[in-house]
C-alpha cells in the first residue's frame, strides 16, 4: 500500500494517540484537523481543513492510502451542529474518498449508537445485538454515520470499517469505564487492525480493551486482528475506593451510554 493514512480530526485526543502510533506500526499520517497541528512530527504531513469542505477534502484525500475519520463533535450538542460537523461531516470524507480512489476508510463511531441498551446482566453484547438505541443527537449522528458507512461499501465497494468505541482515554476515568475503557495502545491496535485486515467489506466492531468487567463482544474486533493488550481491572481498585462499586439501579448505570442517558443530557433545540 502506498501513500499516508489521512487522519482526521488529528488534534484530538484519539488522533493525537494515533499520530502517534500508527507510524510506528510502518502507517505515514497525513493529520488533517481545523486547527494547526502543533509540533508535527518527522515525516507527517499536516492539513488544516474543515472536513464539510468538500473542495478542501478532496485535496486532502488524494494520494492517500486510506481515511481514519475522528472528526466531529465528540460529546452532544444541538441537532443542526451535530447534523452538519457529524453527519455532513462524514459524508463529506465518504465522497471524497470514494472519488480520489480512496478504498478503504476507518470511521469512529460510538457506544453511544447504541446508550439506551441496558447494561448485560449476563453475556456480552454483539454489535448486531437489536437495533440501533442511540441516546443522543450525537448518538444518532453515530448511527447515521454508520449507515453512511454501508452504503458506501454497497454501492461503491469500499471498505469501510466502523469502530464503535467506548471511553477511549489514557486511563479508566469513572467506574463505568471499567467497563467501557479502550487504552492508548489498543486504540493504535484497533485502528491497524482495521487499515490491514484483508476486504473486511463493511464491518461495525466494539472498540475496547481487553475489560474484565467488559459488556462488548470482541469477537468481531480480533476477526479482523485485533489483539487487545489491556484491561480496565488494574484500575478497580483506585477506582472502587474513590466510588463505591458501580451501582445497576443508578440510572448512569443502568444502561450502557451511561450519563449520556440521564435527562439532564438533553440538548436544547
Ligand atoms: C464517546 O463517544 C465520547 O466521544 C466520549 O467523550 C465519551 O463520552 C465516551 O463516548 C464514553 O462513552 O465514555
Request: net charge negative.
Amino acid at each position: 500500500m502506498t501513500g499516508p493514512v489521512l487522519v482526521t480530526g488529528a488534534a484530538g485526543r484519539i488522533g493525537t494517540v494515533l499520530r502517534e502510533g500508527l507510524p510506528e506500526r510502518g502507517w505515514p499520517v497525513r493529520s488533517l484537523d481545523v486547527v494547526e497541528i502543533a509540533e508535527p512530527r518527522p515525516g507527517e504531513e499536516t492539513v488544516v481543513a474543515d472536513v464539510t469542505d468538500s473542495a478542501a477534502m478532496s485535496s486532502a484525500t488524494a494520494g492517500a492510502a486510506a481515511v481514519v475519520h475522528l472528526a466531529g463533535i465528540s460529546g452532544e450538542s444541538t441537532w443542526p451542529a451535530v447534523l452538519h460537523a457529524n453527519v455532513d461531516g462524514t459524508r463529506t470524507v465518504l465522497e471524497a474518498a470514494r472519488r480520489a480512489g480512496v478504498r478503504r476508510v476507518v470511521l469512529a463511531s460510538s457506544n453511544h449508537a447504541t446508550g439506551y441498551t441496558g447494561r448485560p446482566a449476563s453475556g456480552p453484547l454483539r454489535e448486531d445485538d437489536g437495533l440501533a438505541r442511540p441516546d443522543t443527537h450525537y448518538g444518532v449522528s453515530k448511527v447515521a454515520m454508520e449507515a453512511l458507512g454501508s452504503l458506501y461499501a454497497d454501492r461503491y465497494g469500499l471498505d469501510v470499517v466502523c469502530l464503535r468505541i467506548g471511553t477511549a482515554a489514557p486511563e479508566p476515568p469513572t467506574p463505568r469505564a471499567l467497563a467501557t475503557w479502550l487504552s492508548p495502545r489498543d486504540t493504535v491496535a484497533l485502528v491497524d487492525a482495521a487499515l490491514r485486515a484483508p476486504s473486511p467489506g463493511f464491518r461495525v466492531v466494539w472498540g475496547v480493551s481487553a475489560n474484565t468487567r467488559g459488556w462488548w463482544d470482541l469477537t468481531a474486533a480480533r476477526s479482523l486482528g485485533y489483539e487487545p493488550q489491556d484491561d480496565a481491572e488494574a484500575y478497580a481498585g483506585a477506582l472502587v475506593a474513590a466510588h463505591g462499586e458501580p451501582d445497576p439501579a443508578d440510572p448512569v448505570h443502568a444502561r450502557v451510554g451511561g450519563e449520556f442517558t440521564l435527562p439532564e443530557y438533553d440538548a436544547e433545540e
